[in-house]
């Protein structure tokens, strides 16, 4: 290849880069200034809100009781069924057993959700449960048209991923250790290996600790010590509810996934 020729190509692929940056910002909504210096209007917002309504300390506790009330513990019965020899061997058999294995339950509110895509994707995407308004398609509402419009961004169609959910319900605060325990997170490792995706991206770094890493983390890889059949890039971000309210957290995760697929493709 001439150097004309390289020069050329570097050219679109930057060209292709920033044509998926803007589609990126149209579909997530723009709600920043576009000025030289940046201005984090998000924390000046809440800032102004701290000191317009200050919280009383004692206040605290009693609204983490609250919540804490809503979470159903685990079922006593995942423990059983979370033995290998009960789980589904191929993808079709995993989306119908999600939907109707009693012992897999842990309440909450809406139907069950069976996962959405095909094996062998390109991108395979996990979020911690269902959105609330999800009846029959995984991330049938804002969260997935966000997600639709990130993958767009990125060159990828939702319809060649894989989409999943690390429950199978939209679930009231639900208690990743006593899961994680319960044996949630070989269940979650097993399904990964039925898709065989290439990557891995986990909108929701609560989900990590059934994966055996920590939350803080980032960009890795899954291997044999996670339940992987083979080595498995990760990418770890916040949740799709969390970037929807947050520009900066929406900026933060392009600026990631760029760094992280120029990252795979020099590998």
Do not use: Y
């Not at 880069?17 to 149209?26: K, V």
């Not at 897999?104 to 995407?125: C, F, K, N, S």
């Not at 961004?153 to 989409?163: P, Q, R, S, Y």
């Not at 890795?220 to 900066?248: I, T």
Request: glycine residues 8%; charged residues 25%.
């Amino acid at each position: 290849m001439t150097p004309e020729n390289s020069q050329n190509r570097d050219k679109r692929s930057l060209k292709s880069e920033l044509e998926g940056a803007i589609e990126w910002w149209r579909e997530a909504g723009i709600d920043g200034d576009f000025v030289d210096d940046p201005v984090d209007r998000i924390a000046e917002a809440e800032e102004q809100r701290a000191q317009e309504n200050p919280v009383q300390p004692e206040e605290k506790p009693v609204v983490a009781t609250a919540k804490a009330k809503l979470a159903p513990a685990p079922s006593a019965a995942i423990a059983k069924v979370m033995a290998s020899e009960h789980w589904p061997q191929s993808l079709d058999e995993f989306a119908e057993w999600w939907l109707d294995e009693k012992s897999v339950e842990l309440g909450g509110t809406g139907p069950r959700i069976a996962p959405r895509g095909r094996a062998q994707p390109e991108l395979m995407v996990i979020v911690s449960q269902p959105e609330e308004v999800d009846r029959e398609t995984l991330l049938s509402g804002q969260q997935g048209k966000l997600l639709a419009g990130f993958l767009r961004a990125a060159g990828l169609a939702i319809e060649d991923c894989c989409l999943a959910s690390a429950l199978p319900r939209a679930v009231a605060l639900p208690d990743w250790n006593a899961l994680k325990a319960a044996g949630l997170g070989g269940l979650t490792a097993h399904h990964i290996n039925l898709v065989q995706p290439k990557r891995l991206l986990v909108f929701a770094r609560n989900v990590l600790p059934l994966l055996g890493h920590d939350q803080a983390q980032g960009a890795h890889a899954l291997d044999g010590a996670q339940g992987m059949n083979r080595e498995l890039p990760v990418l770890a971000v916040p949740g799709l509810e969390e970037l929807f309210r947050s520009a900066q957290r929406r900026k933060r995760l392009w600026h990631d996934w760029l760094e992280w697929t120029a990252t795979q493709r020099s590998g």
